[in-house]
């Protein structure tokens, strides 16, 4: 029981924290290029992340539900550790941008959750929230140098969004 009262108390506090209200989403987002298997390679991570080693997040159309299903998949601790899993339920906010969706991991819980940052090809994207509390960088191939990584960082920077505190995220495969 004390399991689910901190969950929904951690889960809140990432749904309606308003510190920050960063509001910026990149102009349009083609759904069918973006919907894909995503590499976490850094970001500022939920609890529910810590020690994620081999962090994948896949979005999927869901047609019949007219929402996006999202999975994000790691490996707790190390790249052989156990396999963990959050499925989730997204819903374009904004038509018009498709840069920002509302996201829930059980009933009713919603968080905001912004496209802020994505390269012209669809090779990255940066993910955030109005709070700024946290963040993830995400790229389609998981071999990313530090260098490649940095330019990222220093362009979500440059956009107003903290970057402080952005760790990189173990990637092998």
């Known amino acids: 029981m004390k399991q689910i ?13 308003t510190k920050g209200n960063y509001t910026k989403t990149v102009e349009h987002i ?4 973006f919907l894909t298997k995503w590499y976490v390679i850094a970001g500022r991570l939920t609890m529910f992340e810590d020690g994620a080693h081999n962090a994948v997040e896949s979005y999927v159309w869901n047609e019949l539900e007219n929402r996006v299903d999202i999975n994000f ?11 963990k899993s959050i499925p989730q339920k997204g819903w374009i906010e904004n038509n018009k941008t ?34 700024q ?3 993830w960088i995400m790229f389609k191939d998981w071999n990313i140098s530090d260098t490649q990584l940095q330019q990222v960082v220093a362009r979500v920077e440059k956009l ?3 970057v402080k505190n952005i760790k990189r995220v173990p990637q092998k495969w």
């Open 5 to 17: 009262i901190l969950s929904v108390l951690c889960i809140c506090s990432f749904s309606c924290s």
């Open 30 to 33: 083609d759904l069918d290029r």
């Open 73 to 83: 998949s790691m490996r707790k601790g190390a790249f052989d550790g156990e396999i």
């Open 98 to 131: 498709n840069a920002y969706w509302k996201v829930s991991p059980f009933w009713p819980l919603k968080f905001d959750y912004l496209v802020i940052d994505l390269a012209f090809d669809y090779s990255w994207t940066v993910v955030g929230v109005p709070s």
């Open 133 to 135: 509390k946290w963040v």
């Open 160 to 162: 107003g969004y903290s």
